[in-house]
Structures are given as structure tokens and as C-alpha cells.
């Protein structure tokens, strides 16, 4: 076999080796949307004991997730209603660590099993508020908190209103709000990346991260 | 370009075909590395070239990613609407359509076994529609059947449907590795045949012999099945190397329905696992009492994905094709390529039921929570 032609045979090869990879490995979409509340609580000290969160499904999967639910009136579900419910989505969360990732100045921080959740329905959608306490309360000079699928699957958006609230914070703390440009996947680096999973694909939502930050001095 | 086939100028146009191909499929694939490698980079990338890295990181994937995105929105509305207005079935359908098309161009929905089972095999472009469309539309009758009975026949929670989904998606995932695990026997032994006597191949009427059966399909093996004495004798040679379905282990494996029903197989494989947005969309109709919407919105999804589908498979087998004949009249060695490329192929459908399997590599993740 001549060179030229070995190496337009290569071609053909690469062509197939990328065809068959390209399908596999490109983006992940997603099936479910939320619309996320977050609050970032502190004790008197000024220490940050947790996250808690309010997230608003998307009308279908809110309805995918009430097949089935037996209610004592049809079409309206009660805190009672939705309990078994709310139990199984904080229990299936915990495999995808709550989505919620935290790092204070440099240190990746753990999340404590969820308290204080329940499930609500509003405007034909399902709410679900949970809290997350830290393993360890902690002080920090740079508190950077992401809420986001790596695998992309869910996504997740800020609330227009009011996204992010500190409550009970030193008043020298300041918060930003950091969003993916829409539906364009930001540039920078994910904090968790190193910590989290770290491949390639598994990955990838990191690019739909919302990115909160709060400096104290 | 086309019309100087039998001069030099035709492996000059067969190599512009082939850069344009590489080109489309390298796009293809940096699209989607190069936004991954955005998130991965550790440091981030300067503040100068991020701008302009994010322009093109948002490119087509983003592109495909918003695109879905409104047409998943719009379809929850009109399914809304139709309760009061009929005439929004129709929009409906034409929603349902266009997110089939943008949705099936994420991963999943068979697009990686297929090409690859393609790729592996000696399959012709009309296998390959064939083959799109059979397993896009058993997609489409297994999220009904699902739907159909689980939540409307015996309504039970999406606890309970989420677990049904699950398990069919583990026998999916455990059937195409199963797959690629046979096809890796059949083509293992035709690439360890041509390795093994790879003089008896340097001739390059033997090799055109082969690209000629191949290009025929499941016909050469009907002809072959008739036992025509000279078609025979190009067989022994077409199975030495290792072309299409004719070195199968078994003499009825050459057979041409024998074929058809492997490629059946390969839809089974694809074809069990329901897409999730198919599922999402007919749970969300029953809620609003037109399950019957929901139905033919998820056909009208399934057309949609089997033609996005169809557009890879074609990629796959042209992208064989053109191989096939680079390989032809070029003896021995580039037929041990063709089959090494087969072989790679059918490792691939392996390596993707195992990912799949252990949960390595996510073609779309069951709405269970």
C-alpha cells in the first residue's frame, strides 16, 4: 500500500472511530428543569451552618412525579399528601449530593443527611424546600456555593426573584450571583471540579453552573 | 467531481468526499470537546480568550440544548391548550416532531449502537433507515406500553413506573453489551482469519469481489443460499476475509432473513429503552385526560428521532463504504484494516453496554426521584 494512500485509509478509520465516539460522548440534555431558592443561614457567631433550598419543578416532571398519588380531593395535594414523596426525592438526591456543592476559602465543604423537607404544590408545579446542614459549621472569608447536575440532566436555574438570601450573615458579608449565560456554558472553572467527579463526561454540567458567592471581612 | 469516476481524478474526488466527512464529523466532535474541556480545565481559561472560547463553546451544542428546550416547553402548553381547543393536537404533533429531531442529536437513543453495529457490519444504506426507524419507533411503543399500563391501567405512583423504566433500561444496557460481545466473536474471527493468511487476499479482484457481495446486502447471501457453484467460490474467498454477515460461525448465518433478524436483534437492543421525554410527555397528557395526544405526540416523536437517527446511520455506513473501497485493490494489509475496523466497531457496541451498565457513562438518566 503506497503512503498517500495509508494515510487516506487512516482518515476513513478516523472518521469511523470519531463517528461512533462523537454520538456517544457528546452533551447530555436535560428532562427536568428547576427553579431554585437558596438561603444561606448563619448562627449568631457568624458561623454558616447550612443551605436551604426551595426548587420548583417544570410543569411536566411535577406532574410525572404525582402519577399515581392518592389525594382525598383530586387535584389538590397537601403537605400530608406529598410526605412519602418529598422522602424519596431528599433520599435519591443524597446519590447525586444534592446537587449542591460548597467550598470555603479553599476548602470543600460536606453536607449533613437534609432536615426540615417537604414537598408543596403552587401553580401546578411541585415545590420542594429542604435545608442541608454542614458537617462542620465554619467561618469563612470566601464562601462559593454551586448548584448544578454534572451530568446535566436537571437544570437548574436561579429564581429571577430574590434567588439567593443570607440569613442572619455579619453585616460585612457581601453576596454575588454568578449565572450561566443563556444557554451558553460558562468558560470558567467549576470549584468543585477537583473534589467532585472528575470525568470528562460526568462532568459536563459544570457549564450550567450557578455560581453563588459571599465574601465577609 | 462525479463525472471522471474511472480516471485518477476519481480517487482525487473520493479523498475530497472523505476531508469533507472527516471535516463534519471532527466539528461534530470538537463541538462537543471543546466545551468539555472548558469545564475541565482546572485553571479556567484568560480573562481575554475566555470570551471567545464562550462563543464558540455555546455553538451547536448549546444551540441543540436551547432548541429542546423550547420545544419541550411549548409541547406541556399546547398539550394544555388542546383540552379546550382540539385544533392544538395538530401544533402539537409539529412541536413533538421538531423536539424528536433536536432531542435524538444528544446522546442516547441508539444513535452510538446503531452507527456502530453499521460500522461493524456489512450493512447498506437502506439497512441503515431500516434499522433507524424500527428501533426510533419501538422506542415510541414501548414508552406507550409503559405509560398505557402502568399510570393508566393500573395507576400506580412514578415510584413504581420509575422502577419498570429501570429495569428495562438494565436489560437494554446488559442486551447491547451481549451484542457487541457476539459481534466481537464473529468479527475476532474474521480479522484472526485474514491475519492469519493474509496472502490468499493480495489479490485485487478477490478484494473487489468482496466490496461487490458486500454492497449487495442480504441478496449475495440468498444467492449464496441457492448454492450457485461460482458464487460459492467467491464466498470462501468473501468469508477468508471476513466481508459482512458471510463468515458468521454457522452455514444458516449467511442466509439473507437470518441477517434481517440480527439486525432485528440490534433494534430489540436499542428499541427497549424508552426515552424519557416520551414517557414525561404521555404521563403529562393522561394527567390532562388526552392520553390519545400524548400518544400521537410521541409517534410524532419518534419520526423526528428516527430521522436524526437515519442521518448518523448514513454518516456510519458511507463513512464504511468509502473505506471499503479504499480498501479494495489495495491486497492483504488493507483488508486486515477493514476487518480491524469492524472489529473495533463491534467492541465498541460492547464497551457501551458495559459503560452503560455500570452506570460509567450516562446516555440519559431515568427520572427517578
Known amino acids: 500500500m503506497t503512503t498517500p494512500m495509508l494515510r487516506s485509509w487512516l482518515r476513513a478509520f478516523a472518521i469511523a472511530a470519531a463517528l461512533v465516539a462523537g454520538t456517544g460522548a457528546a452533551s447530555a440534555h436535560p428532562h427536568v428543569w428547576v427553579t431554585s431558592h437558596s438561603e444561606v443561614i448563619y448562627a449568631a457567631d457568624g ?23 392518592e389525594t382525598k380531593q383530586k387535584g389538590v395535594y397537601s403537605r400530608d399528601d406529598l410526605k412519602a414523596l418529598a422522602q424519596t426525592n431528599v433520599e435519591s438526591l443524597k446519590e447525586y449530593a444534592f446537587f449542591t456543592f460548597a467550598n470555603a476559602d479553599g476548602r470543600k465543604q460536606r453536607f449533613q443527611e437534609p432536615v426540615d423537607y417537604y414537598l408543596e404544590y403552587k401553580d401546578s408545579v411541585l415545590v420542594l424546600h429542604f435545608t442541608l446542614p454542614f458537617k462542620a459549621p465554619f467561618k469563612a472569608k470566601k464562601l462559593a456555593l454551586e448548584v448544578f447536575d454534572p451530568s446535566y440532566f436537571v ?44 470525568d470528562a463526561f460526568a462532568n459536563y454540567g459544570a457549564m450550567f453552573a450557578n455560581k453563588i458567592t459571599v465574601g465577609c471581612s | 467531481m462525479t463525472s471522471d469516476l474511472s480516471t485518477p481524478g476519481h480517487r482525487h474526488g473520493l479523498r475530497l468526499v472523505l476531508m469533507l466527512m472527516a471535516a463534519l464529523a471532527l466539528v461534530m466532535l470538537a463541538d462537543a470537546l471543546w466545551a468539555q474541556a472548558l ?70 437513543h441508539g444513535k452510538a449502537v446503531i452507527s456502530s453495529y453499521l ?19 419501538m422506542q415510541a411503543l414501548v414508552a406507550i406500553l409503559i405509560v398505557g399500563i402502568s399510570a393508566w391501567l393500573l395507576n400506580v405512583t412514578a415510584k413504581t413506573m420509575c422502577g419498570t423504566e429501570r429495569a428495562v433500561e438494565i436489560a437494554s444496557y446488559g442486551l447491547i453489551a451481549v451484542l457487541g460481545a457476539r459481534l466481537m466473536w464473529v468479527k475476532g474471527k474474521g480479522l484472526f482469519r485474514t491475519l492469519a ?51 458468521g460461525p454457522e452455514p444458516a448465518a449467511l442466509a439473507g432473513p437470518q441477517g434481517w433478524r440480527h439486525g432485528l436483534v440490534a433494534v430489540a437492543t436499542v428499541g ?53 473501497r479504499l480498501a479494495s485493490g489495495h491486497g492483504g494489509r488493507a483488508a486486515t484494516l477493514l476487518r480491524g475496523i469492524e472489529f473495533g466497531a463491534a467492541t465498541l457496541v460492547m464497551l457501551f453496554g458495559v459503560a452503560l451498565l455500570s452506570g460509567y457513562m450516562a446516555a440519559e438518566r431515568t427520572a427517578c426521584f
Open chain 2, 119 to 137: 460500522v461493524a457490519n456489512e450493512e447498506t444504506a437502506r439497512r441503515g433507515i431500516a434499522l433507524s426507524f424500527a428501533s426510533a419507533f
Open chain 1, 155 to 198: 437544570d437548574f436555574t436561579l429564581a429571577n426573584d430574590e434567588p439567593v438570601k443570607l440569613v442572619g450573615a455579619p453585616a460585612s458579608c457581601q453576596l454575588a450571583i454568578e449565572r450561566p449565560k443563556s444557554g451558553t456554558p460558562s468558560a470558567q472553572q467549576p470549584i468543585s471540579e477537583d473534589s467532585f467527579l472528575s
Open chain 2, 197 to 247: 493468511r493474509p496472502a490468499a487476499l493480495a489479490s485485487p479482484a478477490l478484494a473487489y469481489a468482496a466490496a461487490s457481495a458486500g454492497d449487495r446486502g442480504h441478496s449475495h447471501g440468498h444467492d449464496h443460499g441457492h448454492g450457485h457453484h461460482r458464487h460459492d467460490h467467491h464466498h470462501v474467498h468473501d468469508d477468508g476475509c471476513g466481508c459482512g454477515h458471510s463468515h
Open chain 1, 47 to 69: 458561623t454558616v451552618t447550612g443551605v436551604r433550598h426551595s426548587w420548583a419543578f417544570d410543569e411536566m416532571f411535577s406532574t410525572y412525579a404525582l402519577q399515581g398519588i
Open chain 2, 272 to 324: 427497549i429503552r424508552p426515552c424519557s421525554g416520551a414517557i414525561l410527555v404521555l404521563v403529562f397528557a393522561l394527567a390532562q385526560g388526552l392520553f390519545w395526544a400524548g400518544i400521537a405526540a410521541t409517534f410524532a416523536m419518534a419520526l423526528g428521532t428516527a430521522i436524526t437517527v437515519t442521518g448518523f446511520a448514513l454518516l456510519a455506513v458511507s463513512a464504511k463504504g468509502l473505506a471499503r
Open chain 2, 39 to 108: 469545564a475541565q480545565n482546572p485553571f479556567g481559561v484568560g480573562k481575554g480568550a475566555a470570551s471567545a472560547a464562550e462563543a464558540e463553546a455555546g455553538g451547536v451544542v448549546a444551540w441543540l440544548l436551547a432548541k429542546q428546550a423550547e420545544f419541550y416547553r411549548a409541547m406541556s402548553a399546547t398539550i394544555r391548550a388542546a383540552k379546550s381547543d382540539g385544533s392544538a393536537v395538530v401544533t402539537l404533533l409539529g412541536i413533538a416532531f421538531f423536539y424528536g429531531i433536536f432531542h435524538a442529536a444528544g446522546p442516547g
